[in-house]
Structure formats: C-alpha cells, structure tokens
C-alpha cells in the first residue's frame, strides 16, 4: 500500500517547538521533491516548505522562514520539519506531500498541530 | 503576492452541471498552470486536473478544467452532478521561483 505517514503533531505553548516526521512506505521519495502543506480553518491551504529531491535546495514561506526547518533521510525514506517558535498562526493540520514536479500526487493524512497557551 | 480567488460554496441538483471559477489576481492566469484538487470529508486533497485541462487516470469525464484570459481566471466545470462529488474544490498554481498558491476553496453541495 502506497502511503505518506506524518507524525509528531500535538498541542504546544507559543514559543515551543515540534518536529514533525514524514515516513514513505510503498513509495519512494528518491528523485522528488517533498513539501509540507498545511491546512487551517481561516487560512485553508498553504504551502510551508519544501526540499529538492537532491536535498541541497530548501525553500519556506515567507510565514515560516526562519523559524522552520525541513529536511530528509535518504535511507529512512523520510522527511522532517523542524518547527521553532510556534505561534497561534501555525495552527493547523500539517501534510506532507510528494510532488511530481506538476502536481502533488500523494499526500499524507496529516498531523495536527494546536499553539495555544 | 498571487491570490486565487473561489467562490466559496455551488450547489445544484442531481444531473446538473456546475461551474467553479477561480479567480487570479495579480499576474496572467496563462502564465502558470492551473491544477485542481477534490477534498472529501477527512481525506487529504487528491489531483483531478492539472495542466489547466488534462484529467488524472481515472477521474470521470464529466470533470473538466479551462482557462479564460479575458477573465483572468480558471474554471472546473462538473457535468451530471453526482452526490460524490460532494467535497471542497482548490484551485492551485506554481509560479516564480518556489511560490506555490492554493485558491480559498469551494464547498459543492448536490441538493
């Protein structure tokens, strides 16, 4: 089975951090670039980051630059988004999604990330 | 910064045909791809269209993408209403260097 598995969401203070973990399994992340995406009530889809499929390249919002980081292991299949100094605005579910160079063709279900004192 | 801009719910009958237009507001809407998304309740957005017209393998016919530069805007027609089609529809380009933009989304209702 073909999937994106995302974890390490949860409900966090303003100023903490998370990292968020991305596992590929029946899929290979190898030769494409993987961005985050997040979904919120008020802000609906917005993309976050992403990293080239060489893994050299990062780019981010400019909502998030700075205080994110996204990365990958190669090995593990698996992609990571360091996220510092969480604010209310960060609040919202938070895919992780393969893109095929035109279009996103898998997604995961997503984590959910709540910044709330 | 582009914005994409959806009407935020359609509705219509069983059979009908519906229309969702998405509006882009800075820049020429033939200057980047158009892809469209279908979201159901509590499921991950999924590709329908892309390349402003061309169906993904598998997705009924009766769904189809256009482009109009005299309005500036793309447009997801749905013939023959189904009551799966029920679900939010995105709008979505990629412009520049690494600026991705979702549009705001619209809720289909069948009636």
């Known amino acids: 089975q073909v999937k994106l598995l995302e974890s390490g969401g949860g409900v966090v203070q303003p100023g903490m951090s998370l990292r968020l973990s991305c596992v590929a399994s029946g899929l290979s992340l190898r030769g494409f670039p993987v961005h985050w995406v997040r979904q919120s009530p008020d802000k609906g889809l917005e993309w976050v980051a992403l990293?080239?499929?060489?893994?050299?390249?990062?780019f981010y919002a400019d909502s998030v630059e700075g205080r994110f980081t996204i990365s990958r292991d190669h090995l593990q299949n698996t992609v990571f988004l360091d996220m510092t100094n969480l604010g209310p605005e960060d609040t919202a579910l938070y895919y992780c999604v393969r893109y095929s160079g035109v279009y996103y063709d898998y997604w995961g279900q997503g984590t959910p990330v709540t910044v709330s004192s | 910064n582009v914005m994409l801009i959806q009407p935020l719910s359609v509705s219509d009958s069983p059979g009908k045909t519906i229309t969702i237009s998405c509006i882009r507001s800075?820049?020429?809407?033939?200057?980047?791809?158009v892809q469209w998304y279908q979201q159901r309740p509590g499921s991950a957005p999924n590709v329908i269209i892309y390349e402003d017209n061309r169906r993904i393998s598998g997705v009924p016919d009766r769904f189809s993408g256009s482009v109009d530069r005299a309005s500036n805007s793309a447009s997801l027609t749905i013939s023959g209403l189904k009551s799966e089609d029920e679900a939010d529809y995105y709008c979505?380009?990629?412009?520049?260097?690494?600026?991705?933009?979702f549009g705001s989304g619209t809720r289909v209702t069948v009636l």
């Open positions: 979505q380009i990629y412009y520049d260097i690494f600026h991705y933009v």
């Open positions: 800075s820049g020429s809407i033939g200057d980047n791809y």
């Open positions: 990293m080239a499929f060489h893994g050299g390249s990062k």
